[in-house]
């Protein structure tokens, strides 16, 4: 009963910046925690970084120093700024949120990192 709305994704050159934004809505009362995964292809989906409603955050180490997550959640919006990105970084990126004991996942953006 959450639907999830992303925007940002695209092409950039190795080096360069993205921003992507996720926009929950519907049933959307109480939601704790928020965060983007990806999948690269031939691999597994996994944790880019999360935040919870107080602002604890954590980082897959693969981006720390790069990546920021940060929520709005007057907005309902969630977003992960994506500073220095490299070709490792080229995936489908999932904006994913946990109310309760349900999971929301949202329809995926393509990044693509150009060397």
């Known amino acids: 009963q959450v639907q999830l709305v992303e925007s940002g994704g695209g092409l950039v050159q190795a080096g360069g910046s993205l921003r992507l934004s996720c926009v929950a809505s519907?049933?959307?009362?109480?939601?704790?925690?928020m965060a983007w995964y990806r999948q690269a292809p031939g691999k597994q989906r996994e944790l880019v970084a999360g935040?919870?409603?107080?602002?604890?955050?954590n980082y897959a180490e693969s981006v720390k120093g790069r990546f920021t997550i940060s929520r709005d959640n007057a907005k309902n919006t969630v977003y992960l700024q994506m500073n220095s990105l490299k070709p490792e970084d080229r995936a489908v990126y999932y904006c994913?949120?946990?109310?309760?004991?349900?999971?929301?996942w949202g329809q995926g953006t393509q990044v693509i990192v150009s060397s």
């Open positions: 935040i919870t409603r107080g602002g604890s955050t």
């Open positions: 519907g049933s959307i009362f109480s939601i704790n925690t």
């Open positions: 994913y949120v946990l109310k309760g004991r349900d999971s929301y």
